[in-house]
T-cell receptor, first 116, second 116 residues
């Protein structure tokens, strides 16, 4: 079974609108972390936001927020007020276990295109 | 803001040749990682490194691969005898190593390896 599933290979959104990128995960470990990274066409991986499994509140970082639904094992990324520069690949990733040394497991990504 | 750096940005080599990919992690980080991303696919974990030894490695990280921290700043990935299927983007990442952790792995810009 896939540990991280991103079911949307591509998404389109108009500038200034909000968009939700889906991510579901599979783990039996009670302690885990969920991450979103942005990969522009230039190729680098840019950290966006983190959610810990024990965090009571949904994480927010500027225009990014994470809609964490633990019972459903989903960690969707919400981008508000989309900008043209948000066009990129977005990867959801999970780290299992309580120790930061644990590897990140990535999903297959969603390509977001923002149009004027 | 401190960042992970990688050199070279692009490496072209002949099959069977040795390559060394170099990374300079963020200076106060203690944990180091290599990931790779074959074109159009998801990011895959290769190896993690802490306290001058490998913490974990994936099944991809076979005897052809090795990692080293030759001095206080560099972290290298060596592929002894490259194969066509080693063509990929290779990312170095580092993290502080705090427990309990909201720790994030910060990625470098990647080295695109092309094996001919």
């Amino acid at each position: 079974a896939q540990k991280i599933t991103q079911t949307q290979p591509g998404m389109f959104v108009q500038e200034k609108e909000a968009v939700t990128l889906d991510c579901t995960y599979d783990t039996s470990d009670p302690s885990y972390g969920l991450f979103w990274y942005k990969q522009p066409s230039s190729g680098e991986m840019i950290f966006l936001i983190y959610q810990g499994s024990y965090d009571q509140q949904n994480a927010t970082e500027g225009r990014y927020s994470l809609n964490f639904q633990k019972a459903r094992k989903s960690a969707n990324l919400v981008i508000s007020a989309s900008q043209l520069g948000d066009s990129a690949m977005y990867f959801c990733a999970m780290r299992e276990g309580p120790y930061n040394t644990d590897k990140l497991i990535f999903g297959t990504g969603t390509r977001l295109q923002v149009f004027p | 803001e401190p960042e992970v750096t990688q050199t070279p940005s692009h490496q072209v080599t002949q099959m069977g040749q040795e390559v060394i990919l170099r990374c300079v992690p963020i200076s106060n980080h203690l944990y180091f990682y290599w990931y790779r991303q074959i074109l159009g696919q998801k990011v895959e974990f290769l190896v993690s490194f802490y306290n001058n030894e490998i913490s974990e490695k994936s099944e991809i990280f076979d005897d052809q691969f090795s990692v080293e921290r030759p001095d206080g700043s560099n972290f290298t990935l060596k592929i002894r005898s490259t194969k066509l299927e080693d063509s990929a983007m290779y990312f170095c990442a580092s993290s502080k190593g705090q427990i309990p952790s909201t720790d994030t792995q910060y990625f470098g810009p990647g080295t695109r390896l092309t094996v001919l």
